[in-house]
């Protein structure tokens, strides 16, 4: 019995020896900041770029491996930057604000989700490098988005060069990633215009039929910032092929006084059945007019967006529908839409 107290005395030593009272360890992110003039002056190198090089040369903050946040799931930055001007970003649907987010977070995780080859107008070889930031690492949440940062890169005398670089592009995207740049077009202007097909944070439902919508961001290739979006603009099936589906492109891009025009195309098929969003060219139909046309039917639509220098101006989209009548005949008919408020 004398030798209880003893021992009682011993425990803490011991269960602190053998880990009982051990503390996780907590990972701090780094602090960076985002100079461009400093990030020009890097050696990007000649090769095809490398997507974690890249990443952490523009944000230098490297993964700790024994963060299990970190290296289970995928190669990030960790991060913070103390001297950025914090910035609210607003995410939208159907006009109506869905979500609100200031950036960047007191921690930040980035990863690279992309690099886009094209080439200039001018035939050199240019790349776009798409990064997405979001508070967790683990690519959880199928409604939760991600910050887009850009870099613009291009190949000058056998190295690659940083053009441009916007750490704070928009927020959007699923499963804590923004849906990165995937398409580039070049006007008649010669200048370089930035395609986003995704972005819409509608993620994947266990419903029998539920559809995938994307949106359509374009952006200036120089500035890397936006210059319209429109929501809807794609729409694919997810489950079985009894819904509506379509595709919005980009036809046409040129000068018009004092802006840029821009032509875009919409084809595919709507059912009534399924109709939770319509593609942006239906919302311009009077909904007494569209209530009277058939449960099922396949659109083409086309509408230009002129952006101005300080407002966006849409005209009124030529809308026409094809479909089969209660004889089994095919129709053809032109839909009448109504102007749009200049924005």
């Known amino acids: ?48 770029l490398d997507r974690n090089k890249l990443l952490f040369q523009l944000f230098p903050a490297p993964m700790n491996e024994d963060d299990p946040e970190l290296s289970e799931w995928r190669v990030s930055a960790f991060w913070k930057c103390s001297s950025c001007v914090k910035q609210d970003f607003v995410a939208y649907q159907d006009e109506e604000m869905i979500e609100k987010e200031t950036l960047p977070y007191d921690a930040n995780y980035t990863i690279c989700t992309n690099i886009l080859y094209y080439q200039s107008e001018k035939g050199s070889l240019r790349a776009i490098a798409s990064f997405s930031t979001s508070l967790m690492n683990d690519g959880t949440g199928r409604f939760t988005r991600g910050l887009l940062s850009l870099a613009h890169l291009e190949k000058q005398n056998g190295k690659w060069e940083l053009l441009n670089f916007e750490p704070f592009v928009n927020l959007q995207g699923t499963f804590t990633v923004a849906s ?42 120089e500035t890397l910032r936006g210059l319209f979006t429109q929501q809807s603009a794609s729409c694919t099936e997810n489950g079985p092929p009894v819904g509506s589906n379509w595709t919005t492109t980009i036809k046409d891009i040129k000068n018009v006084a004092d802006g840029v025009q821009f032509t875009l ?42 952006k101005l220098e300080k407002r966006l101006q ?25 102007n749009t408020d200049k924005k």
Not at 316 to 329: F, L, M, N, Q, T
């Open 1 to 48: 019995m004398r030798s209880l107290p003893v021992f009682l005395c011993l425990f803490p030593v011991f269960s602190s020896l053998i880990g009982f009272s051990q503390e996780e360890s907590v990972f701090q992110p780094v602090d960076i900041s985002f100079d461009l003039d400093k990030l020009k002056m890097l050696d990007f190198g000649s090769d095809s």
């Open 180 to 221: 990165p740049v995937d398409e580039v077009m070049i006007g008649e202007n010669g200048k370089t215009y930035l395609l986003i097909h995704g972005g819409e944070a509608n993620g994947v439902s266990a419903e029998e039929y539920m559809p995938w919508y994307q949106g359509l961001y374009v952006l200036d290739g």
């Open 265 to 306: 195309e919409t084809k595919g098929l709507l059912v009534k059945e399924f109709d939770w969003y319509r593609p942006t060219v239906l919302q311009y139909v009077n909904q007494e007019d569209f209530d009277h046309l058939p449960a099922r039917f396949e659109f083409e639509a086309t509408m230009q967006v002129i």
């Open 314 to 338: 849409i005209e009124k989209p030529v809308v026409s529908i094809r479909y089969k009548d209660e004889k089994g005949i095919i129709r053809t008919q032109a839909i009448a839409t109504h």
